[in-house]
């Protein structure tokens, strides 16, 4: 694509931002007021030039962080996208699946950009954007000690990361296996892979991840993939000024063809066609 293209292309992001805020009309945000100052989030992040997005630093490739405490992945370069486009500092927020809620709430971060998973009950309390990623699940167990099913299940104990989707799908689905809950995704996998537990559920990309550095682990082969889900960015509720910009973003990054070079870049494959196609 055209350097010209992409500069047009970006250039409709900050002109969303501008009439968002209402000054194409000389008006004030309407629908977007969540902020402690009354004002979309959008607009908070405008007047103090920083914007704060809640990551999650153990789930690669969305994130990771390596001995340095630097932090890199598809999520950290989508962040870093956003904040370019609204012409801001990037600040990172280290967060988990138990806390996210919190996080927004008390306004320690302006946008969850951290391996969200879009379910219907969490969006009771969490506003989400259009996907800018899709992910599904597998079991990872020891070779030595084999699962050889989803119906093989019943009395295996199985690593969750707690509050994770994951988690939900196997207390859900499997109530028969006993499910052991870790804080973070990496001490769930690090449970299965030295044989604290039978097995865990996590996403195919942490678990090929994994299963590319250790020979000593498989995963199941699966007809169909197992709970394939969008992952979005959230928000806090009620701030629509700041729901549309970060909308109009994903769809602009995604019309550009960057979204595409971040998920070949990390995943080493295709964006999904569910969110190539939005």
Not at 215 to 229: C, G
Not at 236 to 250: K, V
Request: with cysteine; hydrophobic share 40%.
């Amino acid at each position: 694509m055209s350097g010209i293209v992409k500069k047009v292309l970006a250039g409709a992001v900050a002109v969303t931002a501008v009439c968002a805020l209402g000054a194409c009309t000389g008006g004030t945000p309407s629908g977007g007021s969540t902020g402690a100052s009354g004002s979309s989030h959008l607009q908070q992040i405008i007047d103090r030039k920083q914007i704060n997005v809640g990551i999650i630093p153990d789930s690669p490739p969305f994130g990771q962080q390596d001995a340095s405490g630097n932090v890199t992945g598809y999520d950290i370069d989508v962040a870093q996208k956003l904040a370019d486009a609204l012409g801001v500092k990037l600040n990172l927020v280290k967060t988990q699946s138990t806390n996210r809620n919190a996080m927004l709430q008390s306004n320690r971060v302006d946008v969850d950009i951290d391996v969200f998973t879009v379910t219907a009950q969490r969006a009771m309390q969490v506003e989400f954007t259009i996907p800018y990623a899709s992910i599904s699940s597998n079991i990872m167990y020891k070779k030595d000690k084999p699962i050889t099913g989803l119906d093989n299940l019943a009395g295996k104990t199985i690593a969750v990361a707690r509050g994770s989707s994951n988690d939900t799908l196997v207390t859900n689905n499997f109530p028969e296996a006993t499910v052991q809950r870790f804080d973070t995704a990496a001490d769930a996998m690090e449970a299965a892979e030295t044989g604290k537990v039978d097995g865990v559920m996590e996403s195919t990309v942490n678990i090929n991840n994994a299963i590319a550095k250790d020979s000593s682990m498989a995963a199941l082969t699966l007809d169909k993939p197992l709970q394939p889900a969008l992952i979005a960015m959230g928000i806090l509720p009620g701030d629509q000024t700041w729901l549309n910009y970060l909308d109009t973003f994903i769809r602009t990054i995604n019309a550009s063809g960057d979204l595409q070079t971040l998920y070949q870049k990390w995943f080493h494959e295709d964006l999904p066609a569910v969110v190539a196609m939005q």
